[in-house]
C-alpha cells in the first residue's frame, strides 16, 4: 500500500474513541495469537482507505498492549497512517485480557452466514459496480462462493425416477399397512 499524500489523504474517522495515537507508540501484544496474512492485511487497507476508521484499536491500561485491532494496526502500516483511533480499556486481570485478546477473533469465527443472502448482497454490490473487495471478497473468494452456490448439474447418466411407482408402507408402531399403486 502507498503511503498518504496529503493530510486529506488520511482515512476519516467514523468510530468512537478515546484518542489519536502515534503509530509508534502502538505496542501488539506479544502474546496474541491470531495470525494476519499479507493478503487479509491489503484487503483491510484497501477497506480502512475507502471506508475510514469503523472500529478504533483497542489498547489494555492494564499491559498497555493492543487487546483487539492487530490486524488494524498492521494496515494502519501498510497505510503509511502516522495516528489511528484509539479506546482504552480496563481489565480487572491479565486473565480477563487474554480472554478478550482471544475472544474478539473467536466469536466473530463462529459465525455462519446466510449463504443465500450473501449472493445477494454481494451480486447487488457487483451490479452497482462496487468493489467487491471492500466488502472482503477477491475476485477469486467471489467466484469460489458463486461456484460454490451453484445448483449442482445432474451427472448424464442418471436416470429419473418415475413419480408414479407403486408405493407400499407398513407402519412399524401400528401395522396399518398403505399400498400406492400408480396411476
Known amino acids: 500500500m502507498k503511503k498518504p499524500k496529503s493530510e486529506s489523504s488520511v482515512p476519516a474517522v467514523n468510530c468512537a474513541f478515546d484518542e489519536m495515537v502515534s503509530l509508534e507508540k502502538i505496542i501488539p501484544n506479544p502474546r496474541n495469537p491470531n495470525q494476519h496474512p499479507e493478503a487479509q492485511l491489503n484487503l483491510l487497507a484497501k477497506v480502512i ?53 482471544i475472544a474478539d477473533n473467536r466469536i466473530a469465527e ?52 418415475d413419480e408414479n411407482l407403486p408405493t407400499e408402507f407398513t407402519c412399524p408402531k401400528c401395522k396399518y399397512s398403505w399400498s400406492g399403486k400408480a396411476s
Open 49 to 101: 482507505a475507502h471506508q475510514g476508521w469503523r472500529s478504533p484499536i483497542v489498547i489494555s491500561n492494564r499491559s498497555g498492549f493492543v487487546v483487539a485491532g492487530h490486524g488494524r494496526y498492521e494496515a494502519a502500516k501498510r497505510l503509511g497512517l502516522s495516528t489511528v483511533p484509539v479506546d482504552y480499556q480496563d481489565f480487572l486481570t491479565e486473565a480477563d485480557e487474554h480472554a478478550h485478546l
Open 110 to 161: 463462529l459465525a455462519e452466514a446466510d449463504q443465500a443472502g450473501l449472493r445477494e448482497l454481494l451480486g447487488e454490490l457487483t451490479a452497482a459496480d462496487f468493489d467487491p473487495e471492500l466488502a472482503g471478497f477477491t475476485a477469486d473468494a467471489l467466484k469460489g462462493l458463486t461456484d460454490e452456490l451453484a445448483e449442482p448439474e445432474s451427472p448424464e447418466d442418471f436416470t429419473e425416477a
